[in-house]
Every structure is written in C-alpha cells, then in structure tokens.
C-alpha cells in the first residue's frame, strides 16, 4: 500500500513538473517576442513608405518595399564623415582605452603595491563624484584640444568600472606563475606582456568589446568638444540629416522634390548604427559571458 502511494506520489510529481515547463515556455515565448517585435518593427518602418506608416505603424513586414529611406541616408555625404569619424575613434581610441585599462589594473591588482587599496578608493570615489564637464572643457581649451579628433580620444581615456573589472580578474590569477617570473629575472612589463595578458583573453576581449560599443556609439564629448562638421561622428551626422529631413516635411513636394520620411530615416539610422556591431559581437561572445563574470567576482 505505501508502495502504491509513493509511486503514486512520482507520477504527480513528474505530471507537475511538465505542467510548469509547458507554462514556463509559453511564458519565455510571450517574453521573446515582445523583445523581438520592437526590433522587427524598427527593421518593417525603415523599408516602408510614408502612407504605409501613417496607415499603421505597428509594420512588421511592409508592403511597399522600398529602399528610399537608406538611399536618402547613403546620398547624404555627412554620413560618410560620420563613418569615418567614428571607424577613428574606434581603431585609436579602443588601444589608448586598453593600454590605460590594462597596465593601471595590473599595477593596482599587485599585492607589494604601495598605498594600493587608497588608489583603489579615489577610483572607486570617481564613479560616484566627478570634477564635471567644465574644468574638463576648460583643460581641452588650455591643450589646444577643442575641435579636434584628440578631445575626444583622451576625453574618455578610462572608465573607472571596467578598470575595477580586470584588476579584479588579474588578482584571480595564480600568485605562483608570476612569483616564478620573478625568480627568472623577468621584469614587471615581461611579467604582463609574456604571461598575463595571454591567460586573460576573456577579459581582454570583454573590455575591447565595451570600448568598441562605446566608442561606436561616442556623441557625448563630440557634442561638447566638436564644432567642425569634418570631425563630426556617426552618431551626431545621422542626427543632423534626421533633423534636417523632420524639417523639410513641413514644405511640399513641389518646393523640395521627393518627399522625406523622417521616422523611415530615422528607423534606418538606427539599424546603420547597430549592424556593424551586432556583426563583430559573435566572434567575442564566446569571452564574454567568462570575463565579465571572473571580472565581477570582488578582488
């Protein structure tokens, strides 16, 4: 009888739990596509026309297919500025980013570091409390910086988080290979070049992938610093060309030629600006579930 019961017991059980993986799915699919479908939406506008839109802007896949958005985009010459600004950010900045980064988070993550952990408190004080953008402004104008490519550059040499980030992964790492460096007579600089950074790829190619994205997406020191529309980034070309198609909607078609879709361009910008990195994140993926999680863990 108890034996009955208890079988009895494993049955109910087993039926409940598949109850609850049904319901859990339907929930993680409800969950999925409300995710998906803004980003499908943006896709179906930025391929739509204008009276398509206003007729209904929830379009998932337009009717009128058509590629005027992207070519009013394309023939605009700011764009290519803005390609150009950025791809410059991104090859001068992410190695200036990482070569601050790498050697102030090896040096504060050695143990025989003097005043170590007072170091790490002024940093750690910077994420919270910061000088502000005026004395920056004003040591950019005393460098000769203002309206140029530099003020940006050295404006967001370091972030303080993903500084925390990697001192707290390189203190994760053995103590005896780099006491054994030093046995052979190995420098601090060998010690970080020849061991180091060859086992902290999952860091390293994390960090790289949160400069690369910030500074793709760099509009803020830009903003500030920059005048000249020859140094203007990506972000703040297709800023301008978007402003300037909301602006030419208010005159006709006959005055202005074709008529411009301001939320087809706008729709376009947006998936302009994510493609180039939504094509490299797949080849970093692989570090960066690893190194942001190693990094997180307090030193």
Do not use: H
């Amino acid at each position: 009888m108890e034996k009955a019961k208890t079988v009895y017991k494993k049955r109910n059980f087993t039926n409940r739990i598949e109850i609850l993986d049904i319901i859990l799915l339907i929930f993680l699919t409800i969950w999925a596509l409300l995710i998906i479908m803004p980003f499908i939406n943006v896709i179906g506008i930025s391929f739509a026309t204008e009276y398509e839109y206003y007729n209904s802007p929830l379009i998932l896949i337009p009717k009128n297919f058509t590629f005027f958005n992207y070519e009013s985009l394309i023939m605009d010459g700011r764009i290519w500025i803005g390609y150009r600004t950025t791809i410059i950010y991104l090859l001068v900045g992410v190695p200036i980013n990482m070569f601050l980064t790498v050697t102030m988070a090896y040096g504060l993550s050695r143990p025989n570091l003097p005043f170590r952990k007072y170091f790490v408190y002024f940093i750690v004080f910077t994420m919270m409390f910061n000088g502000g953008i005026i004395p920056l402004y004003l040591l950019m104008k005393q460098l000769k910086f203002i309206n140029t490519m530099w003020a940006v550059l050295l404006g967001a040499g370091l972030n303080s988080f993903y500084l925390i980030v990697m001192r707290n992964y390189f203190m994760q790492l053995p103590v005896s290979l780099i006491e054994s460096a030093k046995l052979n007579g190995a420098s601090e600089l060998r010690i970080l070049i020849s061991i180091v950074l060859p086992i902290s790829m999952p860091i390293i190619a994390t960090i790289i992938l949160f400069y690369s994205v910030d500074r793709w997406n760099e509009w803020y020191y830009s903003m500030i610093f920059v005048r000249k529309k020859g140094v203007l980034p990506l972000q703040l070309a297709l800023r301008s060309i978007v402003m300037e198609s909301q602006q030419s909607e208010q005159f006709s078609a006959s005055v202005t030629g074709p008529r411009k879709f301001s939320e087809g361009m706008k729709m376009g910008a947006v998936i302009v600006t994510m493609l180039p990195i939504m094509c490299v994140f797949p080849f970093l993926q692989k570090y960066f579930v690893k190194g942001i999680l190693i990094g997180a863990i307090k030193g």
